[in-house]
């Protein structure tokens, strides 16, 4: 009997225990409730925060903890506001610089969304796939079909995931969440990636993509304060910051394919001969040919703003590009001959709809490998 007591209070010793993990909390502006999650925090066993002052208003610094009541803190300051993503990569480089021993970090909002005893869960998941040699970034997910979910808030998030499933096949339920712990191991990399505000955390998600990074989802309770009316989140502006990559990619894109589009539609008017296939070929190669010069300048200038050598970047290019149009073709052609085609016009219609499907191909193609500067 004893025997068996001593072994269940050795093991609440262990639960209450919070591994070697630094929370990280940015704030900008904030009110009482940065305290209130503090303290909760540190009474669910946290014993290092370091809290981000993103250039906060001179009225809402009484806010910030003061070292003296919580020696658990250290506080950063940036003396004006440089945006979210700045404030995590500026706790990020203060964690890799001064916590040599500590096994990851936690982030999480101040403004009450994340209650302390989810921040503990997604650390002791985070810390056990570290201690098991299989580290993983662990995403605090929030249930977005409640009723309480602001439709700005629910909007973003849906929009955002399909995103990121249609042009890189990432599969996140809650694109937007603050509620992240992240081993040592990726830190230095995710660090890295582009952006100072929201758009920022999107770009982490990209690069675990792009890096291969593991990461699994954790289920934490959804809670929205006053309609999240504190909440720095623009819609508009800040949906737009995140959706940059893509809506540039479109951009370019639809630029590229008027060219290609109207291209093929006028060389067919003067070289179709009743739907034969080399003539259908023969306006396709022509047509992709100028646009894909088009559409190489743009993506590598604009959209994905790459600095690798330029030869090889083209020859990546075309090892994508000419395949893509041989199987544009193909598919045009095979699914022309499956219905009765009388008109240009429907055969152009059926090329929109092949080239459209490509496209969420080559988008993933193109920025996972064609102008990717991982090995530049």
Not at 195 to 204: D, I, K, L, V, W
């Amino acid at each position: 009997m004893n025997e068996v007591d001593i072994e269940i209070d050795k093991k609440d010793v262990t639960i209450q225990t919070i591994p070697r993990v630094s929370l990280i909390i940015p704030s900008l502006n904030p009110d009482e409730k940065l305290v209130r999650t503090v303290r909760g925090c540190i009474e669910a066993g946290f014993d290092d925060i370091i809290v981000v002052n993103d250039g906060s208003r001179p009225d809402t610094l009484k806010y910030f903890p003061k070292k003296s009541e919580f020696p658990q803190v250290t506080l950063l300051t940036h003396e004006k506001n440089l945006g979210k993503g700045a404030a995590l990569k500026t706790a990020f480089d203060y964690f890799l610089k001064n916590r040599p021993d500590a096994v990851g970090v936690v982030t999480a909002d101040g403004d009450g969304q994340h209650l302390p005893e989810d921040i503990k869960t997604c650390a002791f998941a985070m810390s056990e796939s570290v201690n098991s040699g299989a580290p993983v970034v662990v995403l605090g997910c929030r249930d977005f079909s409640q009723d309480n979910v602001p439709p700005k808030s629910r909007f973003g998030n849906r929009a955002t995931s399909v995103a990121l499933r249609l042009f890189c096949g990432m599969s996140v339920s809650d694109t937007q969440t603050g509620l992240r712990a992240i081993p040592r191991v990726f830190i230095a990399s995710l660090i890295k990636a582009e952006g100072s505000r929201y758009e920022y955390e999107t770009n982490m998600l990209l690069m675990m993509r792009d890096l291969h990074i593991p990461y699994r989802e954790v289920p934490i309770k959804t809670v929205y304060i006053d309609e999240n009316r504190t909440s720095h989140f623009h819609p508009l502006r800040d949906s737009l910051r995140v959706w940059g990559l893509f809506f540039k990619y479109v951009l370019s894109s639809f630029a590229s394919w008027c060219v290609d589009e109207l291209l093929f539609f006028v060389l067919g008017i003067t070289l179709f001969r009743g739907g034969k296939s080399l003539d259908i070929f023969l306006c396709t190669a022509v047509a992709r040919a100028a646009s894909s010069v088009c559409n190489f300048t743009l993506n590598k200038r604009i959209v994905f703003r790459s600095k690798g050598k330029v030869g090889r970047t083209i020859l990546r290019y075309y090892c994508l590009a000419i395949p893509i149009m041989v199987l544009s073709y193909a598919l045009v052609y095979g699914l022309k001959s499956l219905v009765d085609v009388r008109y240009h016009i429907t055969t152009t219609l059926i090329k929109i709809a092949v080239d459209t499907f490509l496209f969420f191909v080559s988008f993933r193609i193109q920025r996972g490998w064609v102008f990717s500067d991982k090995d530049k």
